[in-house]
């Protein structure tokens, strides 16, 4: 299959972005931490495949951590929604796609429940590394 670019953004386009990727195949995980659940979270990544975030207005852009803290959850501040999620491992960006956010959304399968709770912070690393998309670019 050819690439093709999936885009989406929070309610109020303050944080839009582009994924290249290259089919629908893709099965979301909503996982099942309070914060995620709070968030109707279902994240969609695939190892390889270039996002390209844009901040329209900073000010909004808000970053939280929660669990293991090794992780930032991109919100914005204005519309409340949480469109990623993105780590640096070894100076390299990674990230997962809230799929809720994405604009095709009602095109990818339903989501699996998932739970990595008590996943230990190395192991969350080597997963993020080899299941989350990556180059991650955050544009202001």
């Known amino acids: 299959m050819r690439p093709m670019t999936l885009r989406g953004s929070c309610s109020c386009n303050n944080i839009t972005l582009a994924w290249r990727n290259i089919d629908f195949s ?4 909503r996982c099942g931490c309070e914060y995620c659940c709070a968030r109707g979270a279902e994240y969609v990544s695939k190892s390889g495949t270039a996002v390209e975030v844009v901040i329209r207005n900073p000010g909004l ?5 929660h669990g293991s803290g090794q992780a930032l959850f991109h919100e914005c501040a204005n519309c409340a929604c949480l469109v990623f999620v993105s780590v640096d491992i070894e100076g390299e960006l ?3 796609i809230n799929a809720v956010c994405l604009d095709d959304r009602a095109r990818f399968p339903q989501a ?3 739970n990595f709770s008590e ?3 190395q192991s969350k690393l080597q997963r993020w590394r080899d299941n989350w998309c990556r ?5 202001s």
């Open 119 to 121: 996943q230990e912070p």
């Open 26 to 29: 893709l099965v979301p995980r």
């Open 94 to 96: 990674y990230c997962a």
């Open 112 to 114: 699996v429940a998932v």
């Open 61 to 65: 852009h808000k970053t939280v951590t």
């Open 135 to 139: 180059p991650l670019v955050i544009r």
